[in-house]
């Protein structure tokens, strides 16, 4: 089995920063992209930033130059810093990692958080 546990979500004022939490534990052989992705009411799921063993991370528009992902591949973790948060930002933030596990034999599955809530007021 295969866990993906979140921390960091809560309220902040607009500009303030938030750090989002993420770690994968289980029977894992290997996982290969691993971030964060966000919901908000009424709208569809959306990548906010991704990465592939922490060397090349993809990020959203919205989160380019405000968010950093890091990744440590050792403690099978990474990390939202979100800075200047915007009134745009509000959202249920969920991890999701697409993990190798063998049990019994090797598959590979995406697995996502149970989500955390980012709310933003101005």
């Known amino acids: 089995q295969v866990q993906l546990v979140e921390s960091g979500g809560g309220l902040v004022q607009a500009g303030g920063s938030l750090r989002l939490s993420c770690a994968a534990s289980g029977t894992i052989v290997r996982i290969d992209r691993m971030g964060w992705y966000r919901q908000a009411p009424g709208k569809q799921r959306e990548l906010v930033a991704t990465t592939a063993n922490g060397d090349s991370t993809d990020y959203a528009d919205s989160a380019k130059g405000r968010f950093t992902l890091s990744r440590d591949n050792a403690k099978n973790t990474v990390v939202l810093q979100m800075n200047n948060l915007e009134p745009e930002d509000p959202a249920v933030y969920y991890c999701?990692?697409?993990?190798?596990?063998?049990?019994?034999?090797?598959?590979?599955?995406?697995?996502w958080g149970q989500g955390t809530q980012v709310t933003v007021s101005s």
């Open positions: 999701s990692a697409r993990i190798w596990t063998r049990s019994p034999r090797y598959a590979v599955t995406d697995y």
